[in-house]
C-alpha cells in the first residue's frame, strides 16, 4: 500500500511521555443518618470535617414548609436561652440531637426506615452560617403535622 508522504504523521519524543490525568479535588460531604431511637447522629468525623465545636452545641432546627414532604433541615447555631434551642450531647464517642418528636411530626418513620441526609454549610444570613442536610428521600407529611397551629 503506497501512502503519500503528506499523509503520514510523525510523533515526537515528547508524544511518548505519559500525562498524568488531570485530578480534580473531589469535594468531600459529609453525610448523617436518624437512630431508631430518633437522634440525629453527629459521628465524631463529622464534627471535625465540618468544624462543628461542641463547646457551643445549641442549634434552631427548621425546615421549609412544603405540601409534597420534607425535603431538608436546617440547623442553625443559636444561645443557650434560645427557647427554639436544641441542644448538642455527647453519645459515645460522637454527638446527637434528640429530634423524635420532630421526626415523628414530619412524617419520619425513622423506626422502620433508615434515613440518610448529606450535610452542608449554610449561610443564614447576616454572618450567621449552620447546615443544610438535605435527604435523598422525601418524606411524606402525615395529616396532624399540617394542622397549623392557632
Known amino acids: ?10 510523533f515526537s519524543p515528547e508524544d511518548n511521555t505519559d500525562e498524568a490525568p ?13 437512630t431508631k ?14 468544624s462543628i465545636d461542641p463547646s ?3 442549634y434552631k432546627v427548621g425546615t421549609v414548609n412544603r405540601r409534597k414532604g420534607v425535603k431538608a433541615l436546617y440547623l442553625i447555631p443559636t444561645e443557650a436561652g434560645d427557647d427554639e434551642a436544641f441542644e448538642l450531647s455527647k ?3 460522637g454527638y446527637s440531637i434528640p429530634l423524635k418528636g420532630v421526626f415523628q411530626k414530619i412524617g419520619l418513620n425513622f423506626q422502620d426506615h433508615e434515613y440518610t441526609f448529606v450535610i452542608k454549610p449554610y449561610d443564614y444570613g447576616d454572618g450567621v452560617s449552620g447546615f443544610e442536610l438535605v435527604s435523598d ?4 407529611r402525615t395529616a396532624n403535622s399540617d394542622a397549623s397551629e392557632e
Request: glycine fraction near 6%; hydrophobic fraction near 30%; avoid cysteine.
Open 1 to 10: 500500500m503506497k501512502v503519500k508522504p503528506n499523509k503520514i504523521r510523525f
Open 22 to 34: 488531570k485530578v480534580t479535588p473531589k469535594e468531600t460531604s459529609f453525610s448523617t443518618s436518624v
Open 37 to 50: 431511637t430518633g437522634r440525629l447522629a453527629f459521628p465524631q468525623k463529622l464534627m471535625e470535617g465540618l
Open 56 to 58: 457551643k452545641p445549641h
Open 91 to 93: 453519645t459515645g464517642r
Open 137 to 140: 428521600q422525601q418524606t411524606p
